[in-house]
Nanobody, 119 residues
């Protein structure tokens, strides 16, 4: 069983930045982030594979950057130019052998961390 421990998140004004971190208890192939806003379905934000391939959802392209430290089994999400519509609970996701999309391929979830951008 792989444990995912998230950190970061919080409240920041529009246009500001936040960084999320997610540490896995052991090596894993792909890691990424989903988010869920109130009343909406959980959606993929971005993910990165062990070899560094990345994918971003259209709403965050050019503003969010995912990176990974394989030595620490940790993934980072740098979020810049934040908007009120980015407000959501952000969940770290991991897949042992594949990618973390669609949701059915996620093997492990983090506990979630709140990101709030007031309008």
């Amino acid at each position: 069983q792989v444990q995912l421990v998230e950190s970061g998140g919080g409240l920041v004004q529009a246009g500001g930045s936040l960084r999320l971190s997610c540490a896995a208890s052991s090596s894993i192939f792909s890691m990424g982030w989903y988010r869920q806003a109130p009343g909406k379905q959980r959606e993929l934000v971005t993910y990165i594979t062990k070899i560094g391939s990345t994918t971003y959802a259209d709403p965050v392209k050019g503003r969010f950057t995912i990176s990974r430290d394989n030595a620490k089994n940790t993934v980072y999400l740098q979020m810049n130019s934040l908007k009120p519509e980015d407000t959501a609970v952000y969940y770290c996701a991991a897949s042992r052998f594949g990618i973390v999309t669609p949701r059915s391929r996620v093997d492990y979830w983090g506990q979630g961390t709140q990101v709030t951008i007031p309008s």
